[in-house]
């Protein structure tokens, strides 16, 4: 699977972006669909990921309420919606497939990665 995120940028604390990732080159519908970020001198962390169908969803506490995340299998699409942002949530962010089968919260059962996509939010 051939991933391309898009849609990041620079925008102030309490904007909203949207994320997309574009995927192509197996079954878009047989992977389950991750967003990760990874900030500065940090590890890479999970921040959205929704299963094959769309039926299940995954959030850690640090973004609940802010990001959501949706799929286009007809366009072959994940979104990531990112809300009330904060300086905090500036980081790099990736889109990543994994087999279906795979548990959504689990980075190391994303096998295929986007090249990432810069956010920036300033104060």
């Known amino acids: 699977v051939q991933l391309q995120a898009s849609g990041g940028g620079l925008v102030q604390a309490g904007d909203s972006l949207r994320l997309s990732c574009v995927a192509s080159?197996?079954?878009?519908?047989?992977?389950?669909m991750g967003w990760f970020r990874r900030a500065p001198g940090q590890e890479r962390e999970i921040v959205a990921a929704i299963g094959w169908a769309g039926g299940s969803t995954y959030w850690p506490d640090s973004v609940k309420g802010r990001f959501s995340i949706s799929r286009d299998n007809a366009k072959n699409t994940v979104y990531l919606q990112m809300n009330s942002l904060k300086p905090e949530d500036t980081a790099v962010y990736y889109c990543?497939?994994?087999?279906?089968?795979?548990?959504?919260?689990?980075?190391?059962?994303?096998?295929?990665w986007g090249q990432g996509t810069l956010v920036t939010v300033s104060s």
């Open positions: 080159g197996r079954t878009f519908s047989n992977y389950h």
């Open positions: 990543a497939a994994a087999k279906y089968g795979s548990r959504l919260s689990s980075i190391n059962e994303y096998d295929y």
